[in-house]
């Protein structure tokens, strides 16, 4: 695993000590992750739509309605920004100014490539499903012929991207330490429950 | 509560039944939800920056530092898109195209007013912490001037909004009824732990 090149998209200036870089982590983040947020000019300003992605190699992956505006944007070759954040804690300080939050997020910025073979474009799909649930992508009734053409499959390389990162207690100025307020992390815990059956 | 007015931007065009301009509804999933991601041009492209927000009366806030280049771009009069997901559970379809997610998400176009009266200010940063933990910003050592100075918080109004919806269990078509694959859904729960103290 490599480390990205900065961009001056992707040179963090706020917190830069919270950045990072590095591919393995990166890829970590957006493989946790079940929602992103894609950003791109639609109706002559930026519209940020959610949306579920999946990764496969160093390319994230999204699909929607081959309708969808936003799709249709990036498709005509609109820039867009794609943010993945997982919220892992709150931070409550002494001091109202360094409350903060635990998280990790990933921007990444680039333009869309329309996946149309069919065969890479139901692999793709299928690595999607395969990411909700391991095993569904045999089980499932498999897409046909109109469906496919139903569904829009983007694939953005993973090349101009950065991290942000935030962990452990909060972190307050020497002369807080003393401040009768209680201080730590509540934990931000998200989990699957059971199934249950249509 | 009323009805919000439907823009060229805010009528959904894709799942439309899934539309919802009811100011109630809007309003509850905004302040369920505790991330949001803010959308606007920055280095002539859209970037997409997660925020946390919170909502007194009829507008929406965030905070951030006050360099914080993206806030820099709206205060600049740059037009923002908030968008805010809260993820409900996952459906699992017989087919492949009809898995599906059960989601609230509320898209917000607008344009951000910098608070800068230093009462509002004040006001607007103690609702924040009052949504976190209530209480908390009467225990918290407030914030001085310097800590002020170093905050933008911004207000945008609640008027060019929607929301979108999704719950219940997957939409099969009648004729994969009978396809042997198991379908449901499974729930996303989101729960604050325990505080772990500093």
């Not at 990072?20 to 983040?29: L, Q």
């Not at 944007?73 to 867009?80: D, K, N, R, V």
Request: glycine share 8%; charged share 25%; with cysteine.
């Amino acid at each position: 695993m490599s480390t990205i090149e900065v961009t001056d998209r992707t040179r963090l200036r706020r917190g830069p000590k919270r950045a990072s870089y590095d591919r393995e982590t990166i890829y970590r983040i957006l493989d946790e992750a079940l929602v992103c947020h894609i950003g791109a000019s639609m109706h002559g300003g930026p519209a940020v739509q959610p949306n579920f992605h999946w990764r496969i190699g160093d390319e994230l992956y999204v699909h929607g309605s081959s309708r969808n505006g936003l799709f249709q944007s990036i498709l005509a070759g609109e820039s867009a920004c794609i943010t993945v954040t997982l919220l892992d804690g709150l931070v409550f300080a002494r001091s109202a100014f360094h409350h903060s939050a635990n998280f990790r997020s990933v921007m990444l910025y680039g333009k869309g490539r329309r996946v149309e073979d069919p065969v890479e474009k139901r692999q793709a799909l299928d690595s999607m499903l395969e990411k909700f649930s391991p095993g569904r992508s045999a089980e499932a009734r498999p897409p046909n012929e109109t469906e496919m053409k139903a569904t829009a499959v983007i694939a953005f390389p993973i090349e101009e991207v950065s991290a942000k990162i935030r962990s452990g207690g909060p972190v307050d100025d020497a002369e807080d330490l003393d401040w009768p307020a209680w201080s730590g992390v509540r934990p931000l815990i998200t989990t699957l429950g059971d199934l249950i059956p249509d």
